[in-house]
Structures are given as C-alpha cells and as structure tokens.
C-alpha cells in the first residue's frame, strides 16, 4: 500500500509540473502576463522531463495509469485555478 501512495504522489507531482510548465507560456501568450514568467515554466518542463525518469516504468500500463491522473489533475485545476467548471463555453 505504502508503495501505491508513492507511486501516485509522485504521479500527482509529475502531472502538476506538466500542467504549470504549459500554463505558464499560455498565460504570457493569451493573457499577456509578464515574460519572466517563462523562466519558471522552462524549470517546471524539466522538472516534469527528470520526475518521468523516476516513475517504475517506462510504457504500457505506467503510462495509462499517469494519463488518467494527469486528465484528474488537469481538470482540478480547471476548476480551481482557472476557476471554470470544465463544460465548453
């Protein structure tokens, strides 16, 4: 079980790194937010690139399983940092 909940933070973890290294230029292209804030999202795509090197495997399943998370932290963010509910508008 311990096992499990490792796995799956650091699933949380890489999925938050993805998601705030492709926020962040989105922001400064759409939003116009400051330039500097590329600078963070360059270090949370690296972050994201070495936290994949960690995960126990490297294809199939491990995969499936970071994509499901990734798709529940994506729209927890929608929710909460973007403050919409998730349907089209």
């Not at 970071?66 to 729209?75: D, E, K, Q, R, T």
């Amino acid at each position: 079980m311990l096992e499990f909940l490792k796995i799956l933070a650091l699933f949380v973890i890489t999925a938050l790194a993805e998601i705030v290294g492709c926020y962040l230029p989105w922001l400064v292209l759409t939003q116009g937010r400051p330039r500097w804030l590329l600078i963070p999202a360059a270090v949370s795509l690296a972050l994201f690139a070495w936290l994949l090197t960690l995960h126990p495997g490297a294809a199939g399943r491990i995969y499936a399983a970071y994509g499901g998370v990734y798709v529940a932290i994506a729209l927890l963010w929608l929710w909460r940092i973007d403050g919409r509910a998730g349907r089209a508008e």
